[in-house]
């Protein structure tokens, strides 16, 4: 019988790392983000995904920026840890020594670049699953990586690996998305990796999404979360909807700039990125500003 259980169900939220005018991390910032995203209801945060610029971050940043995460976070929901990369040997130490103690799981990227076979991204998985005892959530981001996870690979790991929990997908297909689902052990969940794409994937057995939009209003996605999980899908629809156009405009030109412009209208970070991201025109600076304007309403 298969005991493992998924923690991070609902919505998780894949955090900015706020920098400064002088492009120092901007931990007092990163604090107010947590305690916004926590008050407005989301069940678990993701530090260092791509969302956070963690390929800019020193070694030092990324240990004070976990750090400060957790200490932010209180105990009050869980924290993952991003780990990934395209070196299998080099991924395995940094899981072995550079987790931080107050995390509750790890969220690991498949290898980038380097386009291996799907066995080779099966190999990767299971070499570096031996080098830790927590949770870990796959992540398939083809349009990042360069390859794409296949479901029957995803499959292969969950079976294969007790402590792998569930998968980030953000193929963008939903037929592999529910092969997945379908064909998952008990345990093993699918959370969206596209935001748009939560609704119909809740509908579709989902458990959650590892959202970006949802750090901006998380009163609004969270509740279309739990609305969908608990099947009141007239009121899913409902947040959906008001979501759409806004995460539309988040990714635009790119993540995390269109994120991190709503941020800073709603005053909690400055806009700042690091080269080589560079934040979005006054054109769509200007949209997301009306955007958020019309979301503040929408949660009053």
């Known amino acids: 019988m298969n ?23 901007d931990f007092a910032a990163l604090a107010k983000l947590v305690d916004h995203c926590i008050e407005g209801g989301v069940e678990f945060l993701v530090a260092l995904g791509t969302t956070a610029e963690t390929a800019t971050l020193t070694t030092d940043e990324k240990h004070r920026v976990v750090a400060a995460i957790c ?35 790890v969220l690991s990227v498949s290898p980038y670049y380097n386009k291996p076979t799907q066995e080779g991204i099966y190999r990767h998985f299971t070499h570096i699953a031996a080098a830790t005892d927590l949770p870990i959530i796959l992540y398939n981001v083809p349009g990042r990586t360069g390859s794409n996870m296949a479901a029957e690979t995803t499959l292969r790991i969950a079976y294969e690996v007790p402590h792998a929990v569930a998968i980030k997908e953000a193929s963008g297909n939903l037929e592999q998305a529910m092969a997945i689902i379908h064909g998952a052990p008990q345990g093993f969940d699918v959370l969206s990796g596209d935001d748009n794409l939560t609704l119909p994937l809740v ?60 941020l800073a209208h709603l005053g909690i970070i400055h806009p700042a990125l690091r080269l080589p991201l560079w934040p979005v025109s006054p054109q769509l600076d200007a949209a997301l500003a009306q955007s958020v304007r019309e979301l503040q309403q929408h949660e009053l």
Do not use: C
């Not at 869980?78 to 103690?101: F, I, M, R, Y």
């Open 3 to 25: 005991a493992r259980v998924n923690p991070f169900r609902g919505t998780g939220i894949a955090l900015v790392t706020p920098f400064n005018a002088q492009h120092e991390v």
């Open 71 to 105: 200490e932010a976070a209180a105990g009050r929901v869980p924290v993952v840890q991003g780990v990934g990369g395209n070196d299998s040997a080099k991924v395995s130490s940094e899981l072995k020594t550079g987790l931080h103690a107050g995390i509750s799981g």
């Open 203 to 262: 509908a579709s057995g989902a458990h959650g999404v590892i959202s970006v939009s949802g750090q901006a209003f998380p009163k609004t996605f969270s509740q279309m979360v739990r609305d969908a999980r608990a099947g009141r899908m007239e009121a899913a629809r409902e947040g959906h909807y008001a979501m759409l156009r806004f995460t539309q405009q988040l990714f635009a030109e790119g993540n995390p700039g269109g994120i991190k412009s709503a």
